[in-house]
């Protein structure tokens, strides 16, 4: 069965972020990834992982002002010197943290007649960038309902981005909660794909609380990742209903924790 992760900004909320470590430890993980690790020191956050026994297996580009509504900022044309001063912290965090993906969230597309080119030669440097120390990018596409206007909503708008770069370092990052919201069929493409993926992230519809709170069959689910050849994590990524430790009962059931 696949190996889960867990994602530190989303679950065990309850908790101050380097406790979470520890929760998530306790809980059966042993890996772990994050939205955005710039809150604390890289060396703070490898020592958190080290205690634990846990790997980091993904984090995001810096992103913009989160609170403020942005969602990553690589097609804003205007944005292009903080997108890059963005890139370069992630790789020193990168060099000391060492996970082997990073992902980048394209954000909302610019009004600028430019802003997809843009984004392909942001998506570009960014893979050279980190293609440098040995850790490959991925790019998330995310819902049109929760994010409008974000650039890349479909999985297929992902993959012709990818292959307009000329980057070999670039990879799709593939979220079943933001897949089936756009109307997408998860299951034969993780079937027909799943040695292409570099990453998955998981959550239920509708909601995007844990599994088991809402329709989608995550044996099934989980059948079809095992059988399509994708070796990687297995990210939650979701919003918990009560206690992060109480939602877990499924994940138990299926014997991967």
């Known amino acids: ?40 020191q890289p060396a703070t956050v490898l020592e958190a992982l080290r205690r634990n026994n846990l ?18 900022i690589a097609a804003q044309p205007a944005r292009r010197g903080e997108f890059a001063t963005g890139l370069k912290l992630a790789v020193d965090y990168a060099a000391i943290l060492r996970p ?15 802003s997809r080119d843009v984004l392909a030669e942001n998506v570009e440097l960014a893979g050279e960038a980190l293609d440098q120390i040995g850790v490959q990018l991925t790019i998330e596409p995310v819902n049109s309902f929760d994010v409008p206007d974000f650039a890349l909503p479909t999985t297929q708008s992902v993959l012709d981005l990818i292959a307009k770069t000329e980057s ?3 990879g799709l990052q ?9 109307g997408e069929d998860p299951f034969a493409f993780i079937e027909q794909h ?3 993926i570099a990453h998955i992230q998981i959550a239920d519809v509708p909601g995007r ?3 088991g709170s809402g329709e989608i069959d995550f044996a099934r689910l989980f059948q079809a990742i095992d059988g ?30």
């Not at 430890?25 to 710039?38: D, I, K, Q, S, T």
């Not at 082997?100 to 430019?114: H, M, Q």
């Not at 593939?174 to 756009?182: P, V």
């Open 174 to 182: 593939f979220d079943i909660y933001h897949a089936i919201r756009m």
């Open 194 to 196: 799943g040695r292409e």
């Open 209 to 211: 609380h844990q599994p």
């Open 100 to 114: 082997p993906r990073i992902n980048c969230l394209a954000g909302k597309l610019g009004s600028e007649p430019n």
């Open 228 to 257: 399509s050849g994708y070796s990687g994590w297995v990210s939650l990524e979701y919003i918990p209903e009560g206690p992060t430790e109480e939602g877990f009962e499924l994940i138990r059931e299926l014997g991967l924790l």
């Open 55 to 72: 790997e980091l297996v993904l984090f995001n580009l810096p992103a913009g002002d989160w609170p403020a509504g942005d969602r990553g």
């Open 1 to 40: 069965m696949p190996k889960l992760a867990a994602n530190l900004t989303m679950l065990f909320t309850e908790y101050p972020l380097l406790e979470r470590f520890e929760r998530a430890a306790e809980a059966g993980f042993r890996g772990v990834e994050l939205l955005f690790p710039y809150v604390e």
């Open 168 to 170: 070999q370092n670039v």
